[in-house]
């Protein structure tokens, strides 16, 4: 928004108050962010207290491989940035060299899942074998959903800024900017989960 | 994209809700149908839940298991509570009311959010049916309304499958409903218009909805995981599978402790609009007000473990949750002197609404000291798992939230409706709740010191005759539904007609028609910076169109 002095910008607020209804989606998603991502705490919160206080039998205590996880933590990071790319270059008209960002964000995001899978189907436990099996799979599968969810935004987005006169332009970047914002909560969340998870 | 409200998007402004009673049937995204829409939905859930309520008394009056076998029994104590929690309190007195007021109160045209809240009211009946009919299809959950596992775990899987995805169905129109409110609160206000300045149920319905965002996911996530142990055969929850019980209650009551505060505060709020009006004095200590609010919805996310006291909780964690439960009492108390000193030499015409709210002061005071000394872990230890708990409850959730929510129906129903409703049936309807809720209730706390455990269809046959007295007094909340009805339905068809503003209130809602138009005003929206300026003299006060009998009036 350009700046305005004080009363102009009320004036503006009174305007557009009367005028149509206001767009604050971006802080309901917001919002809807700080609800989800209090699912999360409580998924955290459980797999802390459980590793705390429920003992594993020796046979049944294993050590998480690093090497695929931090590939996931790269590419998770490096997709954030690439996603920053795209917005910036639809808010300049650019929908070729946006659309190309966005793939490539795509892009990382599945590559994200099937590194994922990979590890999945490498690991030597299932999800009911025991109390930390199952807490690690609730909480990767549940981030895994949001991935898949937020890779899903994305190729949508990428779909709908197709043309300049398309749903989303450089007039009506806001589905751009929700599933952009959505796709750094999803990362921020990894970070988390990659450092209480696999490093601690 | 802009959001423009689609809804019949009348070319004349001048012309009140224009279409017929099918719109209340429809995915209507105005503001005000969506609030009777929640309003009626959970008062048709209050007669499902009552009649629930009605078996378990009944089962009771005598001490062996006749009425019902002891599996129904379960079956229905579970129902009535999750009915009555999850189905008639919190949709009502945060969706109902909240949706009706809010946006007159922040002087918006519609809430933030208008078909997410279509949305997320209709995430309710089809979760409320699917609830239900689970007794029918398989046998409802038999694990009461907490679903503790183990026993949600070894009690028939289908049922509690089917109560969880309710749960969580209806968890999610809460939220949804939540970050509305916030969004409307913060981002929808007038321009010109102030937090400070804002009517009180809007502060409640703050607090409340922060609430909501920041607890309700962490019972979502758990109600998943124990589905996983369910379905899935997963350990989390199941000690056999090296799991931890006690994890649980902690997910659970963090939020289902600040789910007592989801369904009090707003009727906190509710109270704080009803009592100036009919005292004509200003809400005595508005700042403070305030601040306790925010003080509960900060008290009241830490003070969860207080319900786990017998669950093994080590010393350290029973002396916090004690310390931080006795500290709640401290802004509760200071809502309820301001209350007191708004009564106070008030020029008080004690109408239906104004009973139902000293009714409810009257209730909360004492449910809110037997509250104080359950926060007591030597007393707790004493009396948990026994009727004083389910006595102590019911006093907060029946004799607070839900008088207030009858006291709020007779206070809107003339906006809502543009009639009055029968004072003598109100009056007639206070008397018999008041006296059946007190009946009913107040014994239990005897059997409970004497250590009748809840939830359980016999008893020793020593508690029979307070049981009977306790079930004489919940025929009585029964047949109190009946005036009530009555007067409803009577006052809608041939109700004294009330006029625009029947109470004179200042409050912005009443600053236009009753019933009011569809963008609630014709023209711009009021600015209402001290909503309880009364005192003030009458010729001072601007109000375009004082008109209708008005009971204080009356009263002089």
């Known amino acids: 928004m350009t700046s305005l002095s004080p009363q102009d910008q009320v004036q503006e607020q009174l305007e557009h108050h009367e005028a149509e209804h206001p767009d604050h989606r971006m802080f309901g998603l917001a919002t809807f962010l700080v609800a989800d991502a209090m699912t999360f705490a409580g998924f955290f919160a459980a797999y802390l207290t459980f590793k705390a206080v429920n003992p594993l039998l020796p046979g049944a205590i294993y050590e998480l491989e690093l090497p695929l996880p931090t590939l996931n933590t790269i590419l998770l990071l490096v997709s954030s940035a690439t996603f920053h790319r795209a917005g910036v270059n639809l808010r300049k008209g650019c929908n070729e060299r946006c659309r190309a960002w966005l793939l490539g964000t795509a892009v990382l995001g599945l590559a994200f899942l099937v590194s994922q899978m990979v590890e999945y189907f490498t690991l030597p436990f299932g999800l009911a074998d025991n109390l930390y099996a199952s807490t690690f799979y609730a909480l990767t599968g549940f981030h895994g959903l949001h991935v898949t969810l937020g890779a899903l935004m994305i190729l949508i987005v990428w779909w709908q800024c197709r043309t300049p006169s398309g749903r989303v332009s450089a007039s009506n970047h806001f589905p751009l900017e929700a599933a952009e914002l959505y796709w750094h909560f999803v990362d921020g969340i990894w970070v988390i989960l990659f450092v209480i998870l696999y490093l601690i | ?556």
């Not at chain 2, 229905?76 to 007159?104: C, D, K, Q, R, S």
């Not at chain 2, 703050?206 to 962490?218: A, K, Q």
């Not at chain 2, 109700?495 to 963008?519: C, F, K, M, R």
């Open chain 2, 1 to 556: 994209m802009t959001l423009t409200v689609p809804q019949q998007s009348p070319p004349a402004p001048q012309s009140l809700q224009p279409t017929g009673w099918l719109r209340y049937l429809s995915f209507s995204v105005d503001h005000k149908v969506i609030g009777l829409q929640y309003l009626v939905c959970g008062f048709a859930f209050y007669l499902i839940g009552g009649a629930l309520a009605g078996a378990i008394r009944t089962e009771l009056v005598s001490p062996i298991s006749d009425f019902m076998p002891r599996d129904v029994y379960n079956q229905v104590l579970t129902l009535h509570g999750t009915v009555m929690i999850f189905l008639w309190i919190v949709p009502v007195v945060n969706g109902a009311f909240g949706n009706y007021l809010i946006p007159f109160y922040v002087g918006a045209r519609d809430m933030a959010f208008p078909r997410l809240n279509a949305v997320a009211f209709w995430l309710i009946p089809p979760a409320g049916l699917l609830l239900i009919s689970s007794y029918f299809i398989t046998g409802a959950a038999q694990s009461g309304w907490t679903a503790y596992p183990p026993l949600s775990l070894t009690t028939p899987a289908s049922g509690q499958i089917i109560w969880i995805l309710s749960v969580l169905l209806l968890g999610g129109s809460s939220i949804f409903g939540g970050i509305n409110f916030i969004a409307t609160i913060l981002k929808l206000r007038r321009p010109g218009l102030k937090l400070m300045q804002l009517p009180m149920y809007c502060w409640a319905m703050l607090g409340t909805s922060i609430l909501v965002v920041l607890s309700t996911p962490v019972l979502a996530g758990t109600l998943i995981m124990l589905s996983f142990d369910i379905v899935a055969h997963t350990g989390f929850f199941n000690p056999g599978l090296g799991g931890n019980v006690v994890v649980y209650q902690h997910l659970f009551w963090f939020y289902s402790h600040p789910a007592v505060y989801i369904m009090v505060l707003p009727a906190f709020g509710l109270v704080s609009e009803i009592l100036p009006i009919h005292c004509r004095k200003p809400l005595f200590g508005y700042t403070t007000m305030v601040y306790s609010i925010m003080a509960i919805v900060v008290l009241g996310l830490v003070v969860w473990a207080h319900h786990m006291f017998t669950s093994g909780t080590p010393p350290w964690m029973r002396l916090f949750f004690t310390i931080a439960t006795a500290f709640i009492a401290v802004p509760t108390g200071i809502k309820f002197f301001n209350w007191l000193a708004t009564l106070w030499g008030g020029k008080i015409s004690l109408n239906s609404a104004v009973l139902f709210s000293c009714g409810f002061i009257v209730n909360f005071v004492l449910g809110g000291i037997t509250g104080v000394a359950l926060a007591q872990v030597p007393f707790d230890v004493h009396v948990h798992d026994t009727y004083f708990v389910v006595a102590h409850f019911h006093y907060i959730v029946y004799g607070g939230s839900v008088f207030v929510i009858f006291a709020s129906i007779y206070h809107w129903y003339p906006k809502v409706t543009g009639r009055l409703m029968n004072e003598h049936l109100g009056r007639f309807h206070f008397l018999l709740t008041f006296v059946g809720f007190n009946l009913c209730f107040a014994p239990q706390h005897w059997l409970g010191l004497n250590g009748m455990p809840r939830r359980v269809a016999e008893y020793d046959p020593q508690f029979q005759l307070i049981n009977q007295f306790s079930s004489v007094g919940a025929l009585l909340m029964a047949i109190s539904t009946l005036p009530f009805l009555w007067n409803v339905i009577a006052s809608a068809l041939q109700g004294e007609i009330a006029g625009d503003n029947p109470w004179n209130a200042l409050t912005p809602e009443w600053l236009t028609s009753s019933p009011p138009p569809v963008e609630n005003w014709k023209g711009e929206a009021p600015l209402v910076t001290n909503p309880y300026a009364y005192g003030t003299p009458e010729n001072e006060i601007d109000l375009n169109s004082v008109s209708g009998s008005d009971l204080w009036r009356n009263g002089q």
